[in-house]
């Protein structure tokens, strides 16, 4: 089997992330998992304290460099970038090692649903199956062959759509398999914003995205809707 280490960006460490990392600690006892937060947090004197076995990094703030800060110190031959607010499902590393061992797959990911039901976010994971630039994104949990990731100059150091660039550049040297498990990520956005407006909004900003908008303009809109 190969090595795995785990990426985590996220914006500040929190109890519910902690739990979440004792989780999978225990699903996949072997792996090194790295979670990496802005540089230019505050300290507020009530951190949580991670589980023993995961090392904390501090970066750059944005999803693009704190990737690429645990990347820098990763020692698995396969990387996967999970976002703070998806939970991986049962046998998750059994699948992604069964997709590798097919020496065409550049990358992986999972399908995906939401922890709130609705017709609408049902509609949206179900598409998740497909790989395509509208459907492919880093909450499906990418994973990808490391010295890959090198030859292809690693992930952009974008705050926002690195993931979308990332799917680009391994679509050019390999192919990408969506595995048949899926990933639960938050709707709190969806929530929040109303799920047709929120897709709306997605919609419209990888569209700008895709026509040559800068991550970085595109995030402070992203940024100032939350």
Same mark, same amino acid.
């Given at each position: 089997?190969?090595?795995?280490?785990? &990426?985590?960006?996220?914006?500040?460490?929190?109890?519910? $992330?902690?739990?979440?990392?004792?989780?999978?600690?225990?699903?996949?006892?072997?792996?090194?998992?790295?979670?990496?937060?802005?540089?230019? $947090?505050?300290? +507020?004197?009530?951190?949580?304290?991670?589980?023993?076995?995961?090392?904390?990094?501090?970066a750059p703030r944005g999803r693009g460099t704190q990737c690429n800060a645990g990347v820098r &110190?990763?020692?698995?031959?396969?990387?996967?970038?999970?976002?703070?607010? +998806?939970?991986?499902?049962?046998? /998750?590393? #059994?699948?992604?090692?069964?997709?590798?061992?097919?020496?065409?797959? #550049?990358?992986?990911?999972?399908?995906?649903?939401?922890?709130?039901?609705? =017709?609408?976010?049902?509609?949206?994971? =179900?598409?998740?199956?497909?790989?395509? &630039? =509208?459907?492919?994104?880093?909450?499906?949990?990418?994973?990808?062959?490391?010295?890959? $990731?090198?030859?292809?100059?690693?992930?952009?150091? =974008?705050?926002?759509?690195?993931?979308?660039?990332?799917?680009?550049?391994?679509?050019? &040297?390999?192919?990408?398999?969506? $595995?048949?498990?899926?990933?639960?990520?938050? /709707?709190?956005?969806? #929530?929040?914003?109303?799920?047709?407006?929120?897709?709306?909004?997605? #919609?419209?900003?990888?569209?700008?995205?895709?026509?040559?908008?800068?991550?970085?303009?595109?995030?402070?809109?992203?940024?100032?809707?939350?």
């Amino acid at each position: 089997m190969p090595s795995l280490s785990i &990426i985590v960006p996220t914006r500040r460490s929190s109890s519910t $992330l902690c739990a979440r990392l004792s989780r999978l600690a225990r699903a996949l006892p072997d792996a090194q998992v790295i979670v990496v937060e802005p540089d230019d $947090l505050a300290p +507020t004197g009530d951190e949580p304290a991670l589980p023993a076995h995961v090392v904390r990094l501090r970066a750059p703030r944005g999803r693009g460099t704190q990737c690429n800060a645990g990347v820098r &110190i990763a020692r698995g031959e396969l990387l996967m970038f999970l976002h703070d607010d +998806t939970a991986l499902p049962a046998g /998750a590393f #059994a699948a992604v090692a069964a997709a590798f061992a097919d020496p065409r797959t #550049a990358m992986t990911c999972f399908r995906l649903r939401f922890d709130r039901r609705h =017709w609408l976010l049902g509609l949206y994971g =179900w598409f998740s199956r497909f790989d395509s &630039i =509208w459907t492919t994104f880093g909450d499906q949990a990418m994973v990808v062959r490391h010295d890959l $990731l090198d030859a292809v100059g690693g992930l952009p150091d =974008w705050p926002l759509y690195e993931d979308v660039e990332l799917a680009r550049r391994m679509r050019r &040297i390999g192919r990408i398999v969506k $595995l048949p498990l899926t990933v639960t990520t938050s /709707a709190v956005r969806y #929530a929040r914003n109303g799920i047709v407006r929120q897709q709306l909004a997605n #919609a419209v900003a990888i569209t700008r995205f895709l026509l040559g908008a800068s991550p970085w303009r595109l995030a402070a809109a992203y940024e100032g809707r939350r």
